[in-house]
């Protein structure tokens, strides 16, 4: 069974920092992607940054310039940097991982509980 546990979201004042962290465990073979969606009440999910096996990153416009997606591969964890965060950043966080549980199941994707970061004065 694989878990995803994120960390490190809570309330920042416009203009201030925050890193989000995810730690997969449970029984992985390799992952191929790990990055982070948000959701607001009333909006559908939407991809805010991913980072694949060779580094590559995707990022939402929104976010580009201001939030920075990495991995420590030997720790199976995401990292999400955010700076000058906006009120309109205001939002659950997930973490998620696309990945093989062994060498012959296909990909899942898994995801995390949530973490909630409010920006606001």
């Known amino acids: 069974q694989v878990r995803l546990v994120e960390s490190g979201g809570g309330l920042v004042q416009p203009g201030g920092s925050l890193r989000l962290s995810c730690l997969a465990s449970?029984?992985?073979?390799?992952?191929?992607?790990m990055g982070w969606y948000r959701q607001t009440p009333g909006k559908q999910r939407e991809l805010v940054a991913v980072?694949?096996?060779?580094?590559?990153?995707n990022y939402a416009d929104s976010v580009k310039g201001r939030f920075t997606v990495s991995r420590d591969y030997a720790k199976n964890t995401v990292h999400l940097q955010m700076n000058t965060l906006q009120p309109e950043d205001t939002a659950v966080y997930y973490c998620?991982?696309?990945?093989?549980?062994?060498?012959?199941?296909?990909?899942?994707?898994?995801w995390g509980q949530g973490t909630q970061v409010t920006v606001s004065s």
């Open positions: 449970g029984t992985i073979f390799s992952i191929n992607a």
């Open positions: 998620n991982a696309n990945l093989m549980s062994d060498s012959r199941s296909p990909v899942y994707i898994y």
């Open positions: 980072i694949i096996n060779d580094d590559s990153t």
